[in-house]
């Protein structure tokens, strides 16, 4: 079945993203308070849990960063938590806009992505076309906060198609999580994983040209 509808996920696939609390405290130029603490397995799931239910919608910005600052025993107040919580997103991978204008030529080819992400997020990346010019290339955009389902959620893989027009196996989908790759394949879904330390304009090239979407080299 010829692949359809490229995915995207968005946070360490298309965009730069800070991959802990300690990193986001340093790009929000706040001091790493207790950094040890910060990074003890029951305080990473307090964050984890208070995170999941933003990216679903069930928290807004206020209670997030309310419920944030609680997570993290008040280390940071809840508008420092809205400051780490603004300089999480770092910007686009190099050379992803020029590999999105290239599939955006294709006929028949539909692109979207499929992002776990949350209000403050999503308005920041839609509203800031320079930093972010790959989004508008997307024929369809779908954030986890609007769906009210994050992956690896099975039902957001069958909306997500409902979306898209597309069957399960006519989807391809990048994610930088290996649960929500899994997650992907078990819908049905072509579905590869990209490492958010190297080149992900790269390793999704490699895989568009295994799975016949670019022509092979």
Avoid at 48 to 59: F, I, S, T, Y
Avoid at 173 to 181: I, K, P, R, S, W
Avoid at 182 to 206: F, N, V
Wanted: aromatic share 6%; hydrophobic share 45%.
């Amino acid at each position: 079945m010829p692949i359809r509808t490229v995915c995207f996920d968005l946070g360490g696939v298309v965009v730069r993203i800070c991959r802990s609390f300690v990193e986001a405290a340093a790009a929000a130029q706040l001091p790493v308070l207790d950094a040890a603490h910060l990074l003890e397995p029951d305080a990473i799931a307090r964050r984890r849990e208070v995170m999941e239910a933003h990216q679903v919608g069930d928290l807004d910005m206020a209670e997030y960063c309310e419920r944030m600052s609680a997570a993290v025993l008040g280390l940071y107040r809840p508008e420092q938590v809205r400051a780490l919580h603004a300089a999480w997103p770092l910007g686009e991978y190099p050379g992803v806009r020029e590999l999105m204008e290239s599939l955006r030529s294709l006929p028949d080819v539909h692109l979207a992505c499929l992002s776990n992400t949350n209000d403050a997020h999503w308005e920041q990346m839609l509203g800031s076309p320079g930093a972010y010019p790959s989004l508008a290339y997307l024929h369809t955009q779908l954030a986890s906060h609007v769906m009210r389902l994050a992956k690896p959620d099975p039902a957001i893989y069958e909306a997500a198609c409902g979306a898209f027009g597309s069957k399960p196996g006519e989807v391809l989908f990048f994610d930088d999580l290996a649960e929500n790759v899994a997650a992907a394949k078990a819908s049905g879904w072509h579905a590869e994983r990209i490492d958010p330390s190297g080149d992900t304009a790269a390793q999704m090239r490699q895989h568009l040209r295994a799975h016949g979407v670019l022509p092979a080299l």
